[in-house]
Nanobody
Framework: QVQLVESGGGSVQAGGSLRLSCAASGRIFSCYRMAWFRQAPGKEREFVASIPRSGDSVVYADSVKGRFTISKDIAKNMVYLQMNSLKPEDTAVYSC??????????WGQGTQVTVSS
């Protein structure tokens, strides 16, 4: 089992910044990849960014490239998402995920991000 707890969400005006954190515990050695996803009201969950547990080959959704940065602190079992130049369309519940296999993941509860225009 892997437990994930997100924090750092909140309300911000367009153009502002937020930093999300994901604290991982449990069998985290089983996670080969950590990722952030988001789900806006009435929309499907979408991929935001990912980072492997070993190495630094990060991947971003086109919609956040150049604005968001994913990072990790292995020693602290933390994953972060720095979000800059936020837009109203970034409003969503952001969730952290640990990929154990290509079809098996653990999820956190999510943290709300609201961007007002």
């Amino acid at each position: 089992q892997v437990q994930l707890v997100e924090s750092g969400g909140g309300s911000v005006q367009a153009g502002g910044s937020l930093r999300l954190s994901c604290a991982a515990s449990g069998r985290i050695f089983s996670c080969y990849r950590m990722a952030w996803f988001r789900q806006a009201p009435g929309k499907e969950r979408e991929f935001v960014a990912s980072i492997p547990r070993s190495g630094d080959s990060v991947v971003y959704a086109d919609s956040v490239k150049g604005r968001f940065t994913i990072s990790k602190d292995i020693a602290k079992n933390m994953v972060y998402l720095q979000m800059n130049s936020l837009k109203p369309e970034d409003t969503a519940v952001y969730s952290c995920a640990c990929s154990v296999t290509s079809s098996s993941e653990y999820w956190g509860q999510g943290t709300q991000v609201t961007v007002s225009s």
